[in-house]
Antibody
Framework: QVQLVQSGAEVKKPGASVKVSCKASGYTFTSYDINWVRQATGQGLEWMGWMNPNSGNTGYAQKFQGRVTMTRNTSISTAYMELSSLRSEDTAVYYC????????????????WGQGTLVTVSS | SSELTQDPAVSVALGQTVRITCQGDSLRSYYASWYQQKPGQAPVLVIYGKNNRPSGIPDRFSGSSSGNTASLTITGAQAEDEADYYCNSRDSSGNHLDHVFGTGTKVTVL
């Protein structure tokens, strides 16, 4: 079945970087964009950006420009999200999700989602 | 970037109908998708496009759209439908490849 499996929880100090992985299975990895979404405790979902696994092209939410980098390794069907200059406000669960629908189309949707990776930023 | 606004919380009696709305300018151009999230779990897609349900999603979930408002309706709510619900669409302002999530609605089944 189509599945996204993420790496385990991380604890980082302020100013450090974190790299979360998202391994895809059950479909052709290069055929669908991977998006990243985060959720702070008790808060809503926040879209971070997307990556096209075929071309490597990326697009980031303005809020994260300059701090986030999304990459992939097609040989192991894995996407990565690296966030740098971490601060306490970055403490959240980070999700990857496969985007369906044409990128420029009128309807897109995210399915499936990874199980989430908790990143805790604390001194 | 665009904003999508949802009511923070709604309640519904067991077996009754509840409608959750999502308002934003981007919905005039793009369809919303809807996600159910239970505590400690990842979001799950429940509705996408005009009114499409993924396999495994009960037919008591339906979607509609008019103008700048998208709606998710649960007809005959069950106890297991108690969850947070989020809408999402592409962003119609700035970079159209960006996405935006709604503020979320907590549904309580009484």
């Amino acid at each position: 079945q189509v599945q996204l499996v993420q790496s385990g929880a991380e604890v980082k100090k302020p100013g450090a970087s974190v790299k979360v992985s998202c391994k895809a299975s059950g479909y052709t990895f290069t055929s669908y964009d991977i998006n990243w979404v985060r959720q702070a405790t008790g808060q809503g979902l926040e879209w971070m950006g997307w990556m096209n696994p075929n071309s490597g092209n990326t697009g980031y939410a303005q809020k994260f420009q300059g701090r986030v980098t999304m990459t992939r390794n097609t040989s192991i069907s894995t996407a990565y999200m690296e966030l740098s200059s971490l601060r306490s406000e970055d403490t959240a669960v980070y999700y990857c999700a496969r985007r369906r629908g044409a990128a420029a189309g009128t309807w897109n949707w995210f399915d499936p989602w990874g199980q989430g990776t908790l990143v805790t930023v604390s001194s | 970037s665009s904003e999508l606004t949802q009511d923070p919380a709604v309640s519904v009696a067991l077996g009754q109908t509840v409608r959750i709305t999502c308002q934003g300018d981007s919905l005039r151009s793009y369809y919303a998708s809807w996600y159910q999230q239970k505590p400690g779990q990842a979001p799950v897609l429940v509705i996408y496009g005009k009114n499409n349900r993924p396999s495994g999603i009960p037919d008591r979930f339906s979607g509609s759209s008019s103008g700048n408002t998208a709606s998710l309706t649960i007809t005959g709510a069950q106890a297991e439908d108690e969850a947070d619900y989020y809408c999402n669409s592409r962003d119609s302002s700035g970079n159209h490849l960006d996405h935006v999530f709604g503020t979320g609605t907590k549904v309580t089944v009484l």
